[in-house]
């Protein structure tokens, strides 16, 4: 089983692991673009706590981005 699939069974269709969908949120404001396995859209602050834990409970490092 992948470490992210805890997270994908949290959010459904909220996570986004398409490569093509996920390039726009590798891009900063300055630097060289990054790349991303997934991107997590929680909807609000429950399913965000959610995820940290689970994240953790997995050993799956986040980028928090806002």
Not at 38 to 50: G, K, R, S
């Amino acid at each position: 089983m992948s470490s992210l699939a805890p997270l994908q069974h949290l959010l459904g269709p909220r996570f986004v692991d398409e490569p093509e969908r996920c390039r726009r949120y590798a891009i900063p404001e300055r630097g060289a673009p990054g790349h991303t396995p997934a991107v997590l859209l929680p909807q609000d602050e429950a399913e965000l706590a959610a995820l940290l834990q689970a994240a953790q409970a997995a050993r799956s490092p986040l980028v928090v981005s806002a």
